[in-house]
């Protein structure tokens, strides 16, 4: 158990809905981040926030949207659904936003859009 | 561009094998960090290990054991006396510094199946 939390651990829903995936970081990390994995795709990240800030950001669509709130969770919208956008999502976070920091991952939340 | 090669997509070993699992990574960063992550069937990304760019000395824990080697660019995995529990899907990953330093790069992953 990585100390992460992801909720839900499913997800099953219809294409043109909006959904929130939500991550509670290891007591004391200070960075979350929001990867995804598809099959076609790997492992791609997508946000990282850095104690309420966004820090960096890879390939998110307009479509997703993420925040950090003052308690430090942190929660992925993801909107106007497509069947491309089914994926396991996953959150990680590190005690720091550093290179070296190591990344604890969460046991992701598999969204499926039908 | 920074990338992550693991040629190996499926590797099938008969219990108490050794195996490697090959990692190639490019970068231009002359300092960067190189990990190691498992996922078994339940899915959760499981963290192995973390290595700097500077640090070449080859790393053991129990059966497995890492080689680093800057020359070829590599940072391979061995497992040894290989287990059925070791039945998973590796990913390699490196993250470089620059503006975007939130960016683990993965590799395609090697799924690694372990037949008692």
């Known amino acids: ?32 981040y929001w990867y995804q994995q598809s099959l ?8 990282q926030y850095y104690n309420g800030e966004e820090r960096a ?10 925040q950090q709130f003052p308690d430090l969770h942190s929660e992925l919208n993801l909107s106007s659904l497509e069947l ?31 | 561009a920074q990338k992550v090669t693991q040629a190996q997509t499926e590797i099938s070993v008969v219990e108490k094998e050794d195996v490697t699992l090959d990692c190639v990574y490019e970068t231009r960063d002359t300092t960067y960090y190189l990990f190691w992550y498992k996922q078994p069937p339940s ?5 192995l290990i973390r290595r700097n760019s500077f640090d070449e000395q080859n790393e053991i824990s129990g059966r497995y054991s890492w ?3 800057k020359s070829t660019s ?11 529990v070791d039945s998973a899907v590796y990913f390699c990953a490196l993250r470089g510094l620059g503006v975007s330093q939130g960016n683990l790069i993965f590799g395609k992953g090697t799924k690694l199946s372990v037949k008692p």
């Open chain 2, 74 to 84: 590599s940072f391979n995995f061995t497992i040894t006396a290989s287990q059925v």
């Open chain 1, 57 to 66: 950001k890879g390939n998110i669509l307009e479509r997703f949207s993420a």
């Open chain 1, 1 to 32: 158990d990585s100390g992460v939390t992801q909720t839900p651990k499913h997800l099953i829903t219809a294409t043109g809905q909006r959904v929130t995936l939500r991550c509670s970081p290891r007591s004391g990390d200070l960075s979350v």
């Open chain 1, 40 to 47: 076609d795709q790997g492992l791609q990240f997508l946000i």
């Open chain 2, 67 to 69: 080689n680093f080697q």
């Open chain 1, 84 to 114: 491309g956008d089914s994926a396991l999502y996953f959150c990680a976070s590190s005690v720091g936003s550093g290179s070296a920091d190591t990344q604890y991952f969460g046991p992701g939340t598999r969204l499926t859009v039908l």
């Open chain 2, 43 to 47: 899915g959760e990304l499981v963290f």
